[in-house]
């Protein structure tokens, strides 16, 4: 499973757009499957299932990506987000077993967005200089 995620994310980001601009197009898309299957009142459980299993490769995706030495984010932010694809880990579980809230899942990717989309915006210390 991972093999396919690795390799989904990595088609995703050999396009032309920068990589921030890919990533929040990833989780716009998987959190848009989250939303739909939330919202519907008539939903196949393999729907349901299906979008939670993609939100999960792609927290998985992320956290393998995080623990890989050549990661240059801050060690403070690795261990929040580590920590958030745990949570989204444990909270699938519940989701699929039926005991949580997908509610839960989509707050988290749309903060993610919401991060990067001003990550995106504003350049980094020291660019532009």
Do not use: C
């Not at 989904?8 to 998987?30: H, M, N, P, S």
């Not at 939303?35 to 459980?45: G, L, Y």
């Not at 809230?101 to 995106?120: H, K, P, R, V, W």
């Amino acid at each position: 499973m991972q093999s396919l995620a690795f390799k989904a994310y990595g088609e995703v980001t050999q396009r032309t757009a920068g990589e921030k601009d890919l990533e929040i197009a990833l989780f716009q898309q998987i959190t848009n499957e989250l939303r739909n299957v939330s919202d519907a009142d008539t939903v196949q459980p393999t729907d349901w299932a299906e979008a939670i299993h993609r939100n999960q490769q792609l927290w998985t995706t992320i956290a393998i990506d995080l623990l890989n030495p050549g990661n240059a984010l801050p060690e403070e932010m690795k261990r929040s987000l580590l920590y958030l694809a745990e949570f989204v880990r444990q909270n699938s579980m519940k989701i699929l077993s039926g005991s949580g809230d997908i509610a839960d899942l989509i707050e988290i990717n749309q903060s993610i967005m919401m991060g990067l989309s001003g990550a995106s915006a504003a350049p980094a210390a020291g660019e532009g200089l």
